[in-house]
């Protein structure tokens, strides 16, 4: 499911910003054609996540969360993606195999440059949170 998930990330992201480079996993600067405006997406946690049935029981239930960074080459570039990227993921159903899939637009805040490099400047994050039956 994790796998599936990923990929429905990237493409989903790939169509709401057909002209930006979208990565699974951190990006690596100093590779050719890696630079801003791009999208790295990143799978953060997993792990159960109990939902209330009927009294005494619990539905069995297994989440994830991944984390979209945003990098833009300014400031202008960067919210124009950070809302394309939110309005494509603010809250969907996806079926994937047999399962259904809630996803949904969490926090998101000022990505911390992890590096001294230019291109983590104008950086954002954004948690999208996944959630299905196990």
């Known amino acids: 499911m994790l796998s599936e998930l990923l990929t429905w990330l990237e493409g989903t992201v790939r169509a709401a910003l057909p002209d930006v480079a979208v990565l699974k996993g951190y990006p ?6 890696v630079a801003p405006p791009l999208v790295a997406v990143v799978l953060e946690t ?6 209330p049935g ?4 619990a539905q069995a239930m297994l989440a994830a969360t991944f984390r979209l960074i945003v990098y833009g080459r300014d400031e202008p570039d960067m919210t124009v993606m950070v809302e394309a990227v939110l309005g494509v993921l603010r809250g969907c159903r996806i079926t994937i195999g047999d399962g259904q899939v809630q996803i949904l637009a969490g ?5 911390a440059p992890e590096t001294p490099a230019q291109q983590e400047q104008h950086a954002f994050g954004v948690l999208i ?3 299905w039956s196990a």
């Open 54 to 57: 009927r009294i005494g029981q």
């Open 129 to 131: 949170n996944a959630t």
């Open 28 to 33: 690596t600067w100093d590779r050719p054609r």
């Open 46 to 51: 997993v792990g159960p996540m109990p939902v």
């Open 107 to 111: 926090e998101g805040g000022r990505q």
